[in-house]
C-alpha cells in the first residue's frame, strides 16, 4: 500500500488532553492577574504548558509513523494528545519534574512505541524521530511568536522560561545518544551489530544523559549555552527568561 494510499487517520483530542489545556488556560490566566502566590501558580502553568508540549511532540512521532506504515498507532491512541498514552512514570514524570524544578531544564520526557518493522524505509523511521524534536521546535517557535503580544509581564516572562524549556528539550533530543531521538534518526542506517550492541545503552540512556547533566561539572553549561543560541536567533529575550525561572523557582527566592 503505498502512502497516497493510506487511510487518512482519525484524529480526536481526548478529554484528558482538553483537561490539560483547561487547566494550562486557567493557570495562564491567574498567572496573568498575579493572583496571591503567584510563584506556586507559575511553577504549576510552566509544568502543566511543558506536559502538553510533551503530548505535541510525541504526537509529532506518532503522526509520522502512521504515515510510514505503522497503523498500531490508531489504536494505541497516540494520535489524541492523551498524555496518559505517553506516559513512562520514570521518563515522563519523575526525571523531567525533577530536571524542571531543580536545573530548569526541559528534559526529554515521554514514550510512544512504534513498530519500525511496519514502516516503509529506514528513511521514514528516521523521519519518525525526528518529528518529536521538530513538535517541539514548533511549540517554541510559535511561543516565541506570541511574546511580543503578551502585555502582562508575569505572563511574558513565563513563556519566555516555558520557550527556554523547549529550546533545551530540542536540543538534548538531537543529541546522538541512545535512548534519544537523535540516536533514533540515525539508528536505520547503523550496520546491524552496531544496533544490536545499543540496544541495552538504550534503555538506560535517559538516565545517563541526567547523570551527566546534572553531576558532571560543564554538561549543564553547554545545553544551556546551546539552548540559550536558539531562543536568541527567535528573539526571546534573556532577562525575560530569567524573570520567569525566578518565580517559577519561588522557593528559592
Avoid at 104 to 129: H, K, Q, T
Amino acid at each position: 500500500m503505498s502512502l497516497i494510499d493510506a487511510p487518512a487517520p482519525r484524529f480526536s483530542i481526548s478529554p484528558n488532553a482538553l483537561i490539560l489545556l483547561a487547566a494550562c488556560i486557567g493557570l495562564g490566566w491567574a498567572v496573568a492577574a498575579q493572583v496571591p502566590r503567584v510563584g506556586i501558580i507559575t511553577f504549576a502553568f510552566v509544568a502543566a504548558a511543558w506536559v502538553f508540549s510533551v503530548g505535541i511532540h510525541e504526537f509529532g512521532h506518532a503522526l509520522t509513523a502512521y504515515k510510514a506504515g505503522d497503523t498500531t498507532i490508531v489504536e494505541k491512541g497516540y494520535l489524541t494528545l492523551d498524555p496518559l498514552k505517553y506516559s513512562d512514570l520514570a521518563t515522563t514524570v519523575v526525571i523531567p519534574l525533577i530536571a524542571l524544578a531543580l536545573g530548569g531544564i526541559g528534559f526529554p520526557g515521554g514514550a510512544v512505541y512504534l513498530r519500525e518493522d511496519l514502516m516503509r524505509s529506514r528513511g521514514w523511521r528516521s523521519l519518525a524521530s525526528l518529528a518529536g524534536p521538530l513538535g517541539t521546535l514548533v511549540v517554541l517557535i510559535v511561543i516565541a511568536a506570541a511574546l511580543p503580544f503578551v502585555a502582562s509581564p508575569p505572563l511574558r516572562h513565563a513563556l519566555a522560561l516555558l520557550a527556554f524549556l523547549q529550546a533545551t528539550a530540542f536540543v538534548l533530543n538531537l543529541l546522538p545518544v541512545p535512548g534519544l531521538d537523535g540516536y533514533g534518526v540515525i539508528r536505520p542506517f547503523l550496520p546491524d551489530g552496531v544496533r544490536a550492541r545499543m540496544i541495552k545503552i538504550e534503555r538506560v540512556g535517559v538516565l545517563l544523559l541526567f547523570a551527566l547533566i546534572f553531576f558532571v561539572p560543564g554538561v549543564s553549561d553547554l545545553i544551556f549555552k546551546s539552548a540559550l543560541t536558539v531562543t536568541d536567533l527567535l528573539g526571546v529575550p534573556r532577562t525575560a527568561i530569567g524573570d520567569g525561572w525566578r518565580t517559577f523557582h519561588f522557593w528559592g527566592s
